[in-house]
């Protein structure tokens, strides 16, 4: 059974920091590439960066420069800090494999930015 459990979200005035934290098991996680997706009120889900087993990572134009996504093969735990925050990524936030998988979905962690 694959469980995908992230934490982190939170309130923050525009312009400050969080890291969200995904932990998986039940998953060859090393193996996996992984996403972070955002689905905000009235809009489709969103895949917001993307890390590959190798640890290459890449992400939406709306993120870059501001989003860092990282991985922890040792803890089976795939990471976005994200700085500079902006009313607009207000949303919330799931980690998937990418591609994703629709079973795969946890419950996400709710990122509120305030201006």
């Known amino acids: 059974q694959v469980q995908l459990v992230e934490s982190g979200g939170g309130l923050v005035q525009a312009g400050g920091s969080l890291r969200l934290s995904c932990a998986a098991s039940?998953?060859?996680?090393?193996?996996?590439?992984m996403g972070w997706y955002r689905q905000a009120p009235g809009k489709e889900r969103e895949l917001v960066a993307s890390?590959?087993?190798?640890?290459?990572?890449t992400y939406v134009e709306s993120v870059k420069g501001r989003f860092t996504i990282s991985r922890d093969n040792t803890k089976n735990t795939v990471y976005l800090q994200m700085n500079s925050l902006k009313p607009e990524d207000t949303a919330v936030y799931y980690c998937?494999?990418?591609?994703?998988?629709?079973?795969?979905w946890g419950q996400g962690t709710q990122v509120t930015v305030s201006s």
């Open positions: 039940g998953i060859i996680f090393s193996m996996n590439a």
């Open positions: 890390i590959t087993s190798g640890g290459t990572a």
């Open positions: 998937n494999t990418r591609p994703w998988r629709g079973s795969y």
